[in-house]
């Protein structure tokens, strides 16, 4: 009989720093070719919303699964998520359903360990300032996980909502700092981080110092952008997936169609540097940009360790179909 994990016993299950490794090692194991991972199908359910499905397998780590996730940022208002999520696992030898859990937490972590994994291989050694465009959920995990990999002397934050900016760094503590503005947080900084929910660039590239390194979250669909053009086009550009690139981030196709760069302007997949097929930062005046998009492999190689982590300690509840 499948198991049951609730968003409690997922979050009960799963150690951030431990989380980064398995992301490191599905990104790697993606651009290595090693992954069954078609592109996900998404759809609008609403003028910003969409629904998506997300399936993948890793013969080599016995990973089977999906997640169905739908994004709905009217959600915010109604005090509900904007992103809701569930992952199923499958036993590979069988095709059974092994697992059914709560995925929000899941997309949360996950996007925060693989910017982490952008972090430990794109941003500078000497990287000490970091700033936070958004004062959300994923503003959150990325502080926590970031921290795991760099440590930071200064947090500068900024959010265009007064109320949420002031609660975040109040409950962060030290060395996190309200920031006057997104252009005041950014401006010689050397990680930043753009978690926003903007579907118009929350980001200028005149604020950006050579040598930072840019993560950025959102904006996930063709018609969406946060990120300056002229930004991603000075910067080296990485992303998760190449194809899903090229085909869902409006970060990338709309200055291509616009004529800024070509295909060619997307320098590695994150999992090819991991790899060392690709290489990472060339300089330590270049800045470097991490387009993040989500991975159906990476909330599966999390799901497989809550799941497992689970089951050791006897979480969760069994389920007859």
Same mark, same amino acid.
């Given at each position: 009989m499948p198991l049951w994990l609730s968003e409690s016993d997922v979050r009960a299950s799963l150690a951030p720093g431990g989380l980064i490794d398995a992301v490191e090692g599905a990104l790697a194991a993606f651009s290595s070719g090693c992954v069954t991972h078609p592109l996900r199908t998404a759809f609008q359910i609403g003028e910003q919303s969409f629904f998506a499905i997300m399936p993948a397998f890793d013969g080599a780590q016995a990973i089977l699964g999906a997640k169905l996730v739908s994004v709905v940022p009217p959600n915010g208002a109604r005090g509900l998520p904007t992103h809701l999520a569930s992952i199923s696992l499958f036993d590979t030898a069988t095709g059974q359903l092994a697992a059914v859990m709560d995925g929000r937490y899941i997309t949360e972590v996950r996007t925060a360990a693989a910017s982490a994994v952008s972090v430990r291989r794109l941003a500078r050694p000497d990287a000490s300032v970091l700033a936070i465009l958004g004062s959300g959920v994923q503003a959150r995990s990325h502080l926590a996980a970031l921290s795991l990999v760099r440590e930071f002397s200064e947090v500068r934050a900024w959010s265009p909502t007064a109320d949420h900016l002031r +609660?975040?760094? !109040? !409950?962060? *503590?030290? $060395?996190? /700092? &309200? #920031? #006057?503005s997104a252009a005041d947080a950014v401006r010689g900084a050397y990680v930043i981080v753009v978690a926003t929910s903007s579907v118009t660039p929350a980001i200028e @590239?005149?604020?950006?110092? $050579? *040598?930072?390194?840019?993560?950025?979250? *959102?904006?996930? +669909? %063709?018609?969406?952008? !946060?990120? @300056? %053009? &002229?930004?991603?086009? /000075?910067? /080296?550009?990485?992303? @998760?997936? /190449?194809e899903a690139a090229l085909a869902e981030s409006g970060d990338i196709v709309r200055p291509m169609r616009d004529g800024r760069f070509g295909a060619d302007h997307v320098a590695a997949e994150l999992g090819e540097i991991v790899c060392a097929s690709k290489p990472g930062r060339l300089d330590p005046g270049e800045v470097t940009l991490f387009k993040s998009l989500g991975l159906a492999i990476e909330d599966l190689v999390a799901a497989q360790l809550a799941f497992r982590r689970a089951k050791e300690a006897g979480r969760g509840i069994t389920v007859e179909l």
């Open positions: +609660r975040f760094v !109040e !409950e962060s *503590g030290a $060395p996190v /700092r &309200a #920031a #006057a @590239d005149a604020w950006v110092s $050579p *040598g930072a390194h840019v993560v950025a979250i *959102g904006a996930c +669909r %063709p018609t969406q952008q !946060e990120i @300056d %053009p &002229a930004l991603v086009a /000075r910067s /080296r550009l990485v992303v @998760d997936s /190449r």
